[in-house]
Every structure is written in structure tokens, then in C-alpha cells.
């Protein structure tokens, strides 16, 4: 069965650099969310949208945006990167309309140096 | 506001042993209740998940009931193998198009032969 598909798998970059993480939910899945996990933590929620509309909001730093366009996929961007930032970066995605579990992709892992 | 409590860990078992991870729940109407496994260096993977009061989520031997009388979804397993260890997470979630997931901390298994 397809899965979420997220690129790229790791990522490097500078402080103050910017970087553009990418996620491709399961077909007919019309809601995706964002997740940052620390080393040791639980997934912290970032962000959401359905049918391409932002849906619910988490604590997303200021220096990050992201949107889904009209394929479904969504992009995170993050701007003016700090060294916290360094965190495994999760989407998830999910049918919009009933209570089914989120269906999460293998995440990409950001180091910022 | 909605959030999940777990058993703090690490949980140290040998193989064949009973498993239980307890969790509980603070949120408002009727919430749906997941548990994630987290395998090293892996993606978060659903394990069971109950939608409404008295359900009982069962996968490959884990077991839990939605108690809402104790807003509890405490985790078991009657015998747990080595191939158990990892973290896992309970979670809940609003029924609502593109809300979160919540998690809890998780708790990590270690489960030696």
C-alpha cells in the first residue's frame, strides 16, 4: 500500500540558511500535518491542513510557514535556521472527513550546524 | 485543553513477560485514542485505536480498552517478545476535519531475552 512519502530524508544546513522539507500524502488523503520530534521527545504538532486550507495550528515558530497545494502535497519552509532546530520533521496524513488515524511518513532529519 | 498522560519509563522486561502502559486522558466531548509504536530511527507506525467508549483496539497481541468512566487506554500485551522494544505513544484526537494528533510523552520497552 502507498505510504507518505517525504523528501528529503536528511538535510543539512546552516544557521540563518533556509530549507524546504516535502510531503506526499497516501492517495485520496486530503489532510496532512506537520510534526518536529527532538531527540528523547514526542512529537510536537506544527501544523495542519485540509482540502488545502489551514486546518489547525501548533506551535510553529514565526520562521516557518508551510501551505499544500492543489495536488494535496504540502511543503514546511523554514527560514533563518537555528541550531534547535535540529529535530526529526514528521508529515502525517489522513482522510479529512472521519476520525481515522493519521498515517505518518519516515520523516526527514534536519541538522543545523 | 486536551492532553495525554503516560507512565514515565524506561520499561525493563524479559521476554514472555506481561506488558501493561498506562495512560489517561483529559479532553473535552468524545475523543478518538490511538497508540503509536516508534521504532530506532524509524517513522511512527499505528498500533490499535478505539473511536468510542468501551472499544477495544487489538493488534498483533497489544490490547486496549477507551474507558471513559476512568478516561483511561492503558496498553497490554500478555507476553511480550524481544522485537517489542520501542517507544510507544498514546495519542487522542478531536473529531474534527484536520485536527491534531495529541501525544503523550511515550514510553520506552526493553524487552531482553
Known amino acids: 500500500a502507498a505510504g507518505v512519502i517525504q523528501s528529503p530524508r536528511h538535510l543539512i544546513k546552516e544557521k540563518r540558511e533556509t530549507a524546504t522539507l516535502k510531503c506526499y500524502p497516501i492517495p485520496r488523503h486530503d489532510t496532512v500535518y506537520w510534526y518536529q520530534q527532538g531527540p528523547g521527545q514526542d512529537p510536537q504538532f506544527l501544523i495542519s491542513?485540509?482540502?488545502?486550507?489551514?486546518?489547525d495550528k501548533g506551535s510553529i515558530p514565526d520562521r516557518f510557514s508551510a501551505q499544500q497545494f492543489s495536488d494535496y502535497h504540502s511543503e514546511l519552509n523554514m527560514s533563518s535556521l537555528e541550531l534547535g532546530d535540529s529535530a526529526l520533521y514528521f508529515c502525517?496524513?489522513?482522510?479529512?472527513?472521519?476520525?481515522?488515524?493519521?498515517?505518518f511518513g519516515n520523516g526527514t532529519r534536519l541538522t543545523v550546524t | 485543553g486536551n492532553s495525554v498522560t503516560q507512565m514515565e519509563g524506561p520499561v525493563t522486561l524479559s521476554e514472555e513477560a506481561f506488558l501493561t502502559i498506562n495512560c489517561t486522558y483529559t479532553?473535552?466531548?468524545?475523543?478518538?485514542l490511538f497508540w503509536y509504536v516508534q521504532y530506532p530511527g524509524e517513522g511512527l507506525q499505528l498500533l490499535l485505536k478505539a473511536t468510542k467508549a468501551d472499544d477495544k483496539g487489538s493488534n498483533k497481541g497489544f490490547e486496549a480498552t477507551y474507558r471513559k468512566e476512568t478516561t483511561s487506554f492503558h496498553l497490554e500485551k500478555g507476553s511480550v517478545q524481544v522485537s517489542d522494544s520501542a517507544v510507544y505513544f498514546c495519542a487522542l484526537r478531536r473529531y474534527q476535519a484536520g485536527t491534531a494528533l495529541i501525544f503523550g510523552k511515550g514510553t520506552t520497552l526493553s524487552v531482553s531475552s
Open positions: 502525517a496524513s489522513s482522510p479529512g472527513t472521519d476520525n481515522s488515524p493519521l498515517h
Open positions: 491542513f485540509y482540502e488545502k486550507m489551514q486546518s
Open positions: 479532553a473535552t466531548g468524545y475523543p478518538s
